[in-house]
């Protein structure tokens, strides 16, 4: 790596440390704690975003010797002294990309516990402690967020914080609590997909489904247009997220029959469905979410009933079969979705977001818990921006 070539990693070490004493010197040091830092924190982030090295991640704590960024403005880096930082409650440009840090840090241990579960040994043979540890981490993140970063409207308040002032600031408030909120369900999901035989983790399966809610609660405050704050690629980002808390409800109704509920739950999902029909009229990204979703559900064995044929039924039920059997669940290798995509010869403009979803309703039963974690990491892997 560059950044280790240039001795990055060793900033801060105790044989290698920069003097600060001078206006270059001081503003050079902090760059490459900054650089570094932003290169570690994504390395991390990435190893519990879903990919072929999900669990995986290249830089070692006891390899590096930087201390972290200040929270700082522009102005106090060239003008404060190199010990100079501002209190954590105060908002600066820094804010955001020190609460990045965190959750990466947090999400490198996940990554450890899931390279665990997937790689090395059964999620039943996990010391659950580490689950429940991992969980209050995560929770600590949102709970110490600065005032800058706090969405209330998730703890049953309906007002922003009065520092959240721009739309840059909003847009990092956004992200911070959807990428924590994805993160949390998805260390919890192995233990989701087992709490209806295993009741030690009916805490997983009531965590799982709350983070995934709370992802769904900031439909309210988020852009419906790529024209408004954060153009295309913010757009991109919360419909992943909201693409994966969806998919963790279904889950849900598929595998926990003993909750009950079960109409409230699939009316559930059905309402949630309507935030990616909505931006699908707006916009060509979550048609694509359709497309890729369409390509997966080939791949595992999910087939589309043929459109003359005679209908089953109608509405939120109607337009799939289930699978006579499952593929091959231990192909990792992604399929490129194709925008002219047809799934057994219907083209996916002609289905709807409810007929998906009825398809894994359909074909839940049938799977066991390895199977579905095959199918949720191929769908971060396929739509992970």
């Not at 969405?151 to 922003?160: E, P, S, V």
């Not at 064995?301 to 059997?325: K, L």
């Not at 194709?338 to 709807?352: E, I, K, Q, R």
């Amino acid at each position: 790596m560059q950044a280790k070539d240039m001795g990055l990693h060793l900033t801060d070490s105790l044989h290698n440390k920069r003097p600060e004493e001078t206006r270059e010197q001081i503003i050079d040091a902090e760059m490459r704690r900054r650089v570094w830092w932003h290169l570690a924190s994504t390395d991390w982030s990435t190893s519990l975003a879903g990919s072929p090295h999900e669990g995986t991640y290249s830089v070692q704590v006891k390899h590096m010797q930087v201390r972290r960024p200040r929270n700082i403005t522009d102005e106090d880096l060239a003008t404060q002294p190199a010990d100079f930082s501002r209190p954590v409650e105060e908002a600066t440009a820094n804010s955001y990309y020190l609460q990045r840090i965190s959750l990466a840090e947090v999400c490198r241990e996940a990554a450890d516990l899931l390279w665990d579960i997937y790689a090395v040994r059964d999620p039943e043979q996990i010391e659950y402690d580490r689950v429940k540890q991992l969980d209050a981490k995560f929770a600590g993140l949102l709970d110490n967020l600065p005032n800058a970063l706090r969405l209330d409207h998730l703890k049953g308040g309906d007002q922003r914080t009065e520092s959240v002032t721009t739309n840059h600031l909003m847009k990092q408030s956004h992200f911070t609590y959807l990428t924590v909120e994805v993160r949390r369900s998805k260390v919890h999901l192995p233990f989701l997909l087992r709490a209806e035989r295993d009741h030690r983790y009916a805490f997983s399966r009531t965590q799982c489904l709350a983070s995934a809610r709370n992802v769904l609660a900031l439909r309210h405050v988020l852009p419906h247009e790529q024209s408004s704050s954060g153009g295309p690629v913010f757009l991109i980002g919360v419909l992943h997220h909201f693409f994966c808390a969806m998919v963790v409800l279904v889950m849900d109704v598929c595998v926990n029959k003993a909750a009950g509920h079960e109409e409230e739950r699939r009316q559930e999902v059905k309402e949630a469905c309507g935030i990616l029909e909505r931006a699908r009229e707006r916009s060509s990204v979550a048609n694509t979410f359709l497309e890729s979703l369409m390509t997966i559900l080939k791949k595992h064995g999910v087939r589309c009933q043929n459109p003359t044929a005679p209908p089953v039924s109608t509405g939120f039920a109607a337009g799939w079969g289930t699978a006579a059997g499952i593929n091959d669940f231990t192909s990792t290798t992604p399929i490129l979705a194709d925008p002219n995509l047809a799934v057994d010869g219907v083209m996916s403009d002609t289905l709807n977001f409810d007929d998906l979803w009825q398809s894994y309703f359909d074909m839940g039963p049938q799977l066991d818990p390895e199977s579905w974690n095959d199918i949720f990491n191929d769908l971060e892997m396929r739509v992970d921006p």
